[in-house]
């Protein structure tokens, strides 16, 4: 279906709520602006929205400069090429690859793909998505007047894979089934072969499973196996986000993609913006999948960063989860409002509070001299009896 039938339908999809421009309205994220830093601070760190402190790979600005002179130009060139690139990445062909402004972009683009279908067939709908996790995607679908189901992670602080698939099956419907691994905030891995059980037994025509591996690259279990080998055996109802925000340092330039069977990513292109992506963007992202040395950097970065922050916690005694991401959730003793207060005075930002997990707090992991800088911090909060 083109894009302009998609519109001519679009009024009969949830009383017209979506699909004229395809966005739901969702919760207004914490700027910076907004962070009301004391007077006495000038240079706080930022470290509670899993950025890259490392900044942009060398050969990407190098990328973005070269390509300023031809921004007067459609950026399908540039579009071209950074598909090539992932594809050959990942072993699948460019037709797979849906790229999106951010990986929040294909969320958006997928729960409206999935809301359309289903209210075209006349089938319920639903969203079943772990609690805390990342919550974009069940802000949309609540936005849209999709019923979503949050269910608490397991006592390993994993997703709950057995509880998620009984309210599947229970259903008479469509489930979208969001699962964030490594999950977000927590770190936390859920076992490869729980997921796959899930997904090979079930019943594609009423399983649509959105698996967000933003945090892949940090991943160093070697039982783990990306969610892309369900689509090299051909489902078509599973899809892969990735996303360049966090590895590759690019959170302020928005650019994710998925990977899906060409069947799947043909019928979410009407849901997508055309060209969503501006040229200094995909050059960029393309200079930084190849940019090996870099890519090297910043695993190490972050590897070295985990290490010296878990060494004092366990040194001090702070519990922890095992981190597989850029970031680590550990344990707080005192009010969140207060942990965050005090580390705000101190120049540091640190992750939100996510609820019920309220006595604990996220922290990325930046720079050794910016953990360095944290865990002084810490200790003092430990002899007051905040951690």
């Known amino acids: 279906m083109d894009r302009r039938s998609l519109l001519k339908l679009s009024g009969t999809l949830f009383a017209g709520s979506i699909l004229t421009q395809g966005y739901a309205t969702t919760k207004t994220l914490e700027t910076i602006a907004g962070l009301d830093l004391p007077t006495n601070v ?21 990328a973005i400069v070269d390509v300023l002179s031809n921004v007067n130009r459609y950026p399908e060139s540039h579009i071209n090429e950074l598909l090539a690139t992932i594809a050959d990445t990942f072993k699948v062909e460019k037709q797979q690859i849906t790229i999106g402004s951010g990986s929040s972009d294909i969320i958006r683009g997928l729960i409206n793909m999935q809301g359309y279908l289903a209210a075209q067939a006349g089938k319920k709908i639903q969203l079943i998505s772990p609690e805390p996790s990342f919550s974009l995607a069940a802000e949309h679908a609540s936005a849209m007047g999709i019923k979503v189901v949050n269910v608490p992670l397991d006592k390993n602080f994993c997703m709950d894979i057995a509880t998620m698939k009984n309210i599947a099956d229970a259903f008479d419907g469509l489930s979208i089934c969001y699962l964030c691994n490594p999950n977000n ?31 892949a690259e940090y991943i160093t279990d070697p039982a783990f196996v990306s969610g892309t080998s369900f689509i090299r055996e051909n489902r078509n109802n599973v899809i892969v986000l990735r996303t360049f925000s966090k590895l590759f340092a690019m959170a302020g330039m928005r650019l994710g993609f998925s990977i899906s069977t060409e069947a799947t990513a043909k019928a979410l292109s009407p849901f997508m913006a055309i060209e969503n992506i501006s040229s200094t963007t995909a050059v960029a992202g393309t200079a930084s999948l190849l940019d090996k040395a870099y890519i090297n950097e910043s695993k190490a970065m972050n590897t070295h960063s985990l290490k010296i922050t878990t060494e004092l916690f366990d040194q001090i005694d702070i519990k922890y989860l095992e981190s597989h991401g850029n970031f680590l959730f550990h344990q707080i003793k005192c009010e969140p409002e207060l942990y965050t207060a005090e580390m705000k005075k101190e120049g540091i930002i640190v992750g939100r509070p996510f609820p019920p997990l309220t006595y604990w707090s996220r922290v990325t992991l930046g720079t050794t001299e910016e953990m360095n800088k944290f865990l002084s911090v810490i200790k003092k909060f430990k002899k007051k009896g905040w951690v």
């Not at 706080?44 to 900044?55: D, M, T």
């Not at 796959?196 to 933003?214: G, H, L, P, S």
């Open 185 to 215: 905030p927590t770190g936390t891995l859920t076992s490869t072969q729980t997921i796959a059980d899930w997904i090979t037994q079930a019943d594609a025509t009423k399983n649509f499973f959105m698996v967000d591996e933003a945090y």
């Open 42 to 62: 000038d240079n706080p760190l930022y470290l509670h929205f899993n950025e890259n402190s490392l900044g942009l790979s060398p050969k990407a600005k190098k």
